[in-house]
């Protein structure tokens, strides 16, 4: 199969990419190794992690055109209260993680939509089911990537440029591309929170989601997992209490916090604002995406909600970097965590009426397109990482460290993204490391390997740090880093051009950025400041 762009991985990244070279004229491949495009926001089943000026600027156009549709796919579909429907700012779930806590399904259905368009153009073909198993090189350049689909079945694309918008970088090792994993040492970036050695395999713990509803008076309890003795009585170093309670580190101070879980508590409209409130006091509502309360009485018997709560955070080894035997007990031991929370909240989770478990607990397997109602994918927080021409460190953003001065100022800006360094306790065994966060930019020059010359990271793979990484990683920030490379590549194609040439051309930068902007992407920020 011969295409313009190859992309490599259909999540968050991948889908934007797509929609930039699209948008340009260009045909594209998207390749994904699950059922569902959208990663994060669908297969992953992670409502959006978004900053507090989202509604007003701080994102590129074709997000907020994906954040409306979402919106508008509720009030078109779904019998929502006169009051819910008129919200200008509705939040489907009513979730305090974000101000827009949808289904993932609701998020497929708009990916699929956006890109319905150029399927029926013929420009472009997603093929799901399907991971990546060799690259093919010639000197700095990749030449066509082979993948195999679940039944072993291999298929070779040829491309001039392919993108790697894979969760965990895949095509960065096929391709011998240069990358990091893990922390880096303090030697290396100078980051005042780095470690003084680096630690390849001590990376940020992923999370198998699920989603859960209450049926009260009924009893769901589910069989009792295999590993549940040993998650039962597990205690990490860093934690106040065992893994399966309710109480936890506060992220931001590190005290212990015995957060609240009570099902189908009502909390009426809520403006989430992680500024001010991290929204996880409330374990019900914090990733909330479904709520009755929004709809007229007897609709629904029940809201449904996401556990993605520090609780299932997996922290005995990480992904990348080990063995294909190790990597797969993990994974395994992630979905036995979750099921062990699950059926603690079942059986032993305290409530307020001095009784122990909620039996009427349930998956929705439906909602999440799984047999079991666990998602369809691992939340990945963590990737191998490109060694880039620009690598973006602590000390560029941290309010630690910037103070009032703001977020170090790229000239190659290609977007913009906000969020607090927020780094989940992690396999090397530390503790959250959760701190301010200044407005940042998305430098052109994390996007380019430093040798490779057709090979874009886009997503979470491009050149930040461990630390940086905590803030790069979440919705929006992907969305743009996607969307940027897939107008990169297509900027390159049409005038053939490098994106080493764009890059090293004032001139020719200034006319990417200007075209960038025309498409409906930020470049910088306003005067506010971080939090």
Same mark, same amino acid.
């Not at 440029?161 to 990091?180: F, I, Q, R």
């Not at 290396?188 to 992923?206: H, M």
């Given at each position: 199969?011969?295409?313009?762009?190859?992309?490599?991985?259909?999540?968050?990244?991948?889908?934007?990419?797509a929609?930039?070279?699209?948008?340009?004229?260009?045909?594209?491949?998207?390749?994904?190794?699950?059922?569902?495009?959208g990663?994060?926001?669908?297969?992953?089943?992670?409502?959006?992690?978004?900053?507090?000026?989202?509604?007003?600027?701080g994102?590129?156009?074709?997000?907020?055109?994906?954040?409306?549709?979402?919106?508008?796919?509720?009030?078109?579909? =779904?019998? /929502?209260?006169?009051?819910?429907?008129?919200?200008?700012? +509705?939040?489907?779930?009513l979730?305090?993680v974000?101000?827009?806590?949808?289904?993932?399904?609701?998020?497929?259905?708009?990916?699929?939509?956006?890109?319905?368009?150029?399927?029926?153009?013929?420009?472009l073909?997603?093929?799901?089911?399907?991971?990546?198993?060799?690259?093919?090189?010639?000197?700095?350049?990749?030449?066509?990537?082979?993948?195999?689909?679940?039944?072993?079945?291999?298929?070779?694309?040829? *491309? $001039?440029?392919?993108?790697?918008?894979?969760?965990?970088?895949?095509?960065?090792?096929?391709?011998?591309?240069?990358?990091?994993?893990?922390?880096?040492?303090?030697?290396?970036?100078?980051?005042?929170?780095?470690?003084?050695?680096?630690?390849?395999?001590?990376?940020?713990?992923?999370?198998?989601?699920?989603?859960?509803?209450?049926? @009260?008076?009924?009893?769901?309890?589910?069989?009792?997992?295999?590993q549940?003795?040993?998650?039962?009585? =597990?205690?990490? @170093?860093?934690?106040?209490?065992r +893994?399966?309670?309710?109480?936890?580190? @506060?992220?931001?101070?590190?005290e212990?916090?015995?957060?609240?879980?009570?099902?189908?508590?009502?909390?009426?409209?809520?403006i989430?604002?992680?500024?001010?409130? $991290?929204?996880?006091?409330? !374990?019900?509502?914090?990733?909330?995406?479904?709520?009755?309360?929004?709809?007229?009485?007897?609709?629904?018997?029940?809201d449904?909600?996401?556990?993605?709560?520090?609780?299932?955070?997996?922290?005995?080894?990480? /992904?990348?970097?080990v063995?294909?035997?190790?990597? *797969?007990?993990?994974?395994?031991?992630?979905?036995?965590?979750?099921?062990?929370? /699950?059926?603690?909240?079942?059986?032993?989770?305290?409530?307020? @009426?001095?009784?122990?478990?909620?039996?009427?607990?349930?998956?929705?397997?439906?909602?999440?397109?799984?047999?079991?109602?666990?998602?369809?994918?691992? =939340?990945?927080?963590?990737?191998?990482?490109?060694?880039a021409?620009?690598?973006?460190?602590?000390?560029?953003?941290?309010?630690?460290?910037?103070?009032?001065?703001?977020?170090?100022?790229?000239?190659?800006?290609?977007?913009?993204?906000?969020?607090?360094?927020?780094?989940?306790?992690?396999?090397?065994?530390?503790?959250?490391?959760?701190?301010?966060?200044?407005?940042?930019?998305?430098?052109?020059?994390?996007?380019? $390997?430093?040798?490779m010359? &057709?090979?874009l990271?886009?997503?979470? &793979?491009?050149?930040?740090?461990?630390?940086?990484?905590?803030? =790069?990683r979440?919705?929006?920030?992907?969305w &743009?880093?996607?969307?940027?490379?897939?107008?990169?590549?297509?900027?390159?194609l049409? &005038?053939?051009?490098?994106?080493?040439?764009?890059?090293?051309?004032?001139?020719?930068?200034?006319?990417?950025?200007?075209?960038?902007r025309?498409?409906?992407?930020? !470049?910088?920020?306003?005067?506010?400041?971080?939090?």
């Amino acid at each position: 199969m011969r295409t313009d762009v190859l992309i490599v991985g259909g999540g968050v990244g991948g889908v934007a990419a797509a929609l930039a070279a699209l948008r340009r004229g260009r045909s594209v491949i998207v390749t994904e190794e699950h059922d569902w495009i959208g990663g994060q926001l669908t297969s992953q089943a992670v409502p959006p992690d978004e900053h507090t000026w989202i509604e007003q600027f701080g994102c590129t156009r074709s997000y907020r055109s994906f954040r409306d549709s979402v919106r508008a796919y509720y009030r078109t579909w =779904y019998p /929502l209260t006169q009051q819910a429907r008129e919200r200008p700012d +509705l939040n489907p779930g009513l979730g305090r993680v974000g101000r827009l806590c949808h289904e993932p399904r609701v998020a497929l259905a708009v990916l699929e939509g956006m890109l319905a368009p150029y399927r029926s153009a013929g420009t472009l073909q997603v093929l799901t089911g399907r991971r990546p198993v060799a690259a093919h090189v010639d000197g700095d350049r990749i030449t066509a990537v082979t993948v195999a689909d679940r039944a072993g079945e291999h298929q070779t694309i040829e *491309a $001039p440029y392919v993108l790697d918008a894979t969760e965990l970088g895949d095509l960065l090792p096929l391709a011998d591309v240069e990358h990091v994993i893990g922390f880096e040492s303090q030697s290396e970036t100078g980051e005042p929170s780095a470690p003084s050695q680096a630690q390849p395999l001590n990376q940020q713990a992923f999370s198998w989601v699920l989603a859960i509803e209450h049926r @009260d008076g009924e009893d769901h309890t589910i069989d009792r997992p295999d590993q549940y003795g040993f998650w039962r009585d =597990y205690q990490p @170093d860093v934690w106040p209490d065992r +893994l399966l309670s309710l109480t936890a580190p @506060d992220p931001r101070t590190l005290e212990p916090l015995t957060r609240t879980f009570v099902p189908n508590t009502e909390s009426g409209p809520i403006i989430a604002d992680q500024s001010a409130d $991290p929204g996880d006091r409330d !374990l019900w509502q914090f990733r909330r995406i479904f709520a009755r309360e929004q709809f007229p009485p007897g609709f629904a018997t029940s809201d449904v909600t996401v556990v993605n709560w520090p609780m299932i955070d997996y922290l005995l080894g990480p /992904l990348v970097g080990v063995s294909d035997e190790e990597r *797969a007990k993990h994974l395994e031991g992630a979905r036995q965590l979750s099921l062990s929370m /699950l059926y603690w909240l079942q059986t032993e989770a305290p409530r307020p @009426d001095g009784g122990a478990g909620w039996p009427g607990l349930r998956t929705r397997p439906d909602i999440m397109g799984t047999p079991d109602g666990l998602a369809m994918a691992p =939340y990945i927080r963590e990737s191998r990482r490109i060694r880039a021409h620009t690598t973006v460190v602590e000390q560029d953003l941290s309010m630690t460290v910037r103070g009032d001065a703001g977020a170090v100022q790229y000239p190659d800006s290609v977007g913009i993204g906000m969020y607090r360094i927020d780094l989940h306790p992690s396999t090397g065994g530390d503790n959250y490391l959760d701190v301010p966060s200044s407005p940042f930019q998305i430098p052109l020059g994390a996007l380019l $390997p430093v040798r490779m010359r &057709n090979l874009l990271p886009a997503g979470k &793979n491009i050149g930040t740090t461990h630390i940086t990484n905590g803030c =790069y990683r979440l919705h929006p920030v992907e969305w &743009n880093i996607g969307e940027a490379a897939g107008a990169l590549v297509a900027h390159c194609l049409t &005038n053939s051009l490098t994106p080493q040439q764009v890059h090293g051309d004032e001139r020719r930068l200034a006319t990417f950025q200007n075209e960038l902007r025309s498409d409906g992407f930020e !470049l910088a920020w306003p005067e506010i400041k971080g939090y």
